[in-house]
T-cell receptor, first 114, second 113 residues
Framework: AQSVTQLGSHVSVSEGALVLLRCNYSSSVPPYLFWYVQYPNQGLQLLLKYTTGATLVKGINGFEAEFKKSETSFHLTKPSAHMSDAAEYFCAVRPLGGYNKLIFGAGTRLAVHP | GAGVSQTPSNKVTEKGKYVELRCDPISGHTALYWYRQSLGQGPEFLIYFQGTGAADDSGLPNDRFFAVRPEGSVSTLKIQRTERGDSAVYLC???????????FGQGTRLTVV
């Protein structure tokens, strides 16, 4: 069965610092990979996704993630944190093909301080 | 509407009562999903509709949970004999086709007291 592990339920960075949110997945076959962001009292918003092709994926708001098959990882990064990045971030996987039966990690809450 | 709409946004009910949660998907989206997000956890899949039919209901926790989508648009998640453990945020999502991007609503926060 597929599973997703997000290391660190809380991450705190200074404004302008690098953001690194970790995600590892467990799957016999590399799945489709996603990062979602959830702002307070809002729904989940897709940040970026990997399906096939280039392993470095760029998303909205300056975020990017790299799929590393050998490490079964899909870590999310942003070079310079902004106060508005404070939110909860979820990594998710989905089997190849098929429908949006997403398996989510437990989430990482990102705090950005001045 | 422009996005997925869920009503009510908050629902408080007494243990043992029946509740209905509504989801209005994006117009034209044939696929609809329900997820449940418990405190401190990521969303968990409950059920997937393609059109009017439930194509995958493997995530429904027990037979107290039921969902319908009679006209292939609006969906209702129904919970009978609610228990305190049912307290969670119930998220609805829709996508144009089954394998295209899913758009999520803001959720309904259900509290069973």
């Amino acid at each position: 069965a597929q599973s997703v592990t997000q290391l660190g339920s809380h991450v705190s960075v200074s404004e302008g610092a690098l953001v690194l949110l970790r995600c590892n997945y467990s799957s016999s076959v590399p799945p489709y990979l996603f990062w979602y962001v959830q702002y307070p009292n809002q729904g989940l918003q897709l940040l970026l996704k990997y399906t096939t092709g280039a392993t470095l994926v760029k998303g909205i708001n300056g975020f990017e993630a790299e799929f590393k098959k050998s490490e079964t990882s899909f870590h999310l990064t942003k070079p310079s944190a902004h106060m508005s990045d404070a939110a909860e971030y979820f990594c998710a996987v989905r089997p190849l093909g098929g429908y949006n039966k997403l398996i989510f990690g437990a989430g990482t809450r990102l705090a950005v301080h001045p | 509407g422009a996005g997925v709409s869920q009503t009510p946004s908050n629902k408080v009910t007494e243990k043992g009562k029946y509740v209905e949660l509504r989801c209005d998907p994006i117009s034209g989206h044939t696929a609809l999903y329900w997820y449940r997000q418990s405190l401190g956890q990521g969303p968990e899949f409950l059920i997937y509709f393609q059109g009017t039919g439930a194509a995958d209901d493997s995530g429904l926790p027990n037979d107290r949970f039921f969902a319908v989508r009679p006209e292939g648009s609006v969906s209702t998640l129904k919970i009978q004999r609610t228990e305190r453990g049912d307290s969670a945020v119930y998220l609805c999502a829709s996508s144009k086709q089954e394998n295209t991007e899913a758009f999520f609503g803001q959720g309904t926060r259900l509290t069973v007291v």
